[in-house]
């Protein structure tokens, strides 16, 4: 079939590299100059099956209210004049009961592992590089109850299976050095040893050369307006006055949904907007080992090759671009607090970008009413970790063949 990809970050281009091993002409449309330039460009860098899990928690909207007034909050809602903005909360306050929330982290952790072993196989495959690394991820606490709340999510891990390690303030140290000489003290983590790290920019380039070697192709600053529609299907998309025809048409669009609306398409997708510093190590003993999630802060700290990349924050504000400076330096600080000296923090590369989350958290797989318009969309904050399984579940599902995702336990 001759199949149109809308949207070229990871989860179109993992889209595309499935869709054409399966011997489909697969065509990505991409409004910006190439891979990856929004939501896939700066991300923490954490390949973190175990960390899948929905914002929407028990306890989450009075927690969220009482950060409003925090300068340095990890989470923030700029509340604005915005119909989509309220629906959006108003169906994520819903989803933030115990028994929603088990339901959705189930399944966000089923997509997740699947998505890392799908990962690990190309890898393997292909030999593709993009800094990665196996070193697992380590969660650090600071407070009594920081260390309580780890004990709960050991205890949630334990019933799904997933392989971590509860550790004391002394291997804490052992694990992650680079901490020693940080002015905190810790009151303990927890280690998920097998949960990886990577840049999924230099990934996204990677893939999409090796995609184009196999008959993908590409067209950067192609800005989507519009589909033709006959008989219930969409028969070709539309570039101005261009028209592309179409088999079948997959939306890997992240946040940006508005070419749906006209065909009575609603996708409760919200962009949440994140943050993150990019800086080359300049002391390597001082620099984490692998990748630190500070649970005081909600930043995560990872190596990638001869960087560190620092990441957090989530702004509810719309495709707001704006970078505030307090939130700039209080990412800066938090990172420079807890590995002083590793980096040149005062050169570092700033970055924003908008996560496209799901008021529960599970991303949209599926088929629309439309029998050969398909959705690849809202990953949130774990489309990094998500987008090999989802493009192998989406690819599977062009073809009529049953889910590989693993029957839920």
Same mark, same amino acid.
């Given at each position: 079939m001759k199949i149109v990809i809308i949207g070229a970050g990871v989860v179109g281009v993992t889209s595309a590299w499935y869709l054409t091993r399966d011997g489909h002409e697969v065509t990505v449309l991409e409004a910006r100059d190439g891979v990856a330039l929004e939501t896939s460009f700066g991300n923490a860098g954490g390949v973190c099956p175990g960390f899948a899990g929905p914002w929407a928690a028990?306890?989450?909207?009075?927690?969220?209210?009482?950060?409003?007034?925090?300068?340095?909050?990890?989470?923030?809602?700029?509340?604005?004049?915005?119909?989509?903005?309220?629906?959006? $909360?108003?169906? +994520?306050?819903?989803?933030?009961? %115990?028994?929603?929330?088990? *339901?959705?982290?189930?399944?966000? /952790?089923?997509?997740?592992?699947?998505?890392?072993?799908?990962?690990?196989?190309?890898?393997?495959?292909?030999?593709?590089?993009?800094?990665?690394?196996?070193?697992?991820? $380590?969660?650090? +606490?600071?407070?009594?109850?920081? %260390?309580?709340?780890?004990? *709960?999510?050991?205890?949630?891990? /334990?019933?799904?299976?997933?392989?971590?390690?509860?550790?004391?303030?002394?291997?804490?140290?052992?694990?992650?050095?680079?901490?020693a000489r940080s002015d905190l003290s810790f009151t303990g983590g927890l280690q998920l040893s097998t949960d990886e790290t990577g840049d999924c920019h230099l990934f996204c380039q990677s893939l999409a050369a090796l995609a184009e070697r196999n008959g993908t192709r590409f067209r950067f600053g192609a800005r989507v307006t519009g589909f033709r529609m006959a008989a219930g299907r969409v028969v070709a998309v539309w570039l101005g006055e261009e028209e592309i025809a179409a088999d079948a048409v997959v939306m890997a669009t992240g946040p940006w949904t508005d070419l749906l609306k006209p065909l009575g398409i609603r996708v409760p997708i919200y962009p949440v907007k994140g943050y993150s510093l990019t800086a080359e190590i300049v002391d390597f003993d001082s620099a984490p080992r692998s990748s630190v999630m500070d649970e005081h802060s909600k930043v995560m700290v990872t190596r990638l090759g001869t960087r560190l990349r620092?990441?957090?924050?989530?702004?509810?504000?719309?495709?707001?671009?704006?970078?505030?400076?307090?939130?700039?330096?209080?990412?800066?600080?938090?990172?420079?607090?807890?590995?002083?000296?590793?980096?040149?923090y005062e050169d570092a590369t700033l970055w924003h970008g908008f996560r496209p989350m799901t008021p529960g958290g599970p991303s949209r797989v599926e088929r629309t009413r439309y029998a050969n318009l398909y959705l690849n969309l809202g990953h949130g904050s774990n489309g990094w970790t998500q987008a090999c399984g989802s493009g192998r579940i989406l690819a599977d599902l062009v073809a009529g063949r049953p889910s590989p995702l693993p029957a839920p336990s």
């Open positions: 028990p306890g989450m909207p009075l927690k969220a209210a009482g950060w409003m007034l925090r300068p340095s909050a990890p989470l923030k809602i700029r509340p604005r004049v915005s119909v989509a903005q309220w629906n959006w $909360l108003a169906q +994520f306050v819903a989803e933030c009961t %115990a028994s929603r929330f088990a *339901r959705n982290k189930a399944e966000m /952790q089923r997509v997740a592992h699947f998505s890392k072993a799908c990962l690990v196989a190309l890898r393997e495959e292909t030999g593709i590089e993009y800094d990665h690394g196996t070193g697992g991820v $380590l969660q650090v +606490f600071r407070t009594a109850g920081e %260390a309580a709340g780890g004990l *709960r999510s050991a205890c949630v891990l /334990q019933k799904m299976g997933v392989v971590h390690r509860i550790v004391g303030p002394d291997e804490v140290l052992d694990l992650e050095p680079g901490l620092a990441a957090g924050v989530a702004e509810l504000a719309g495709f707001d671009r704006s970078m505030p400076a307090p939130v700039l330096n209080g990412l800066k600080a938090t990172v420079a607090r807890l590995f002083p000296g590793a980096a040149r």
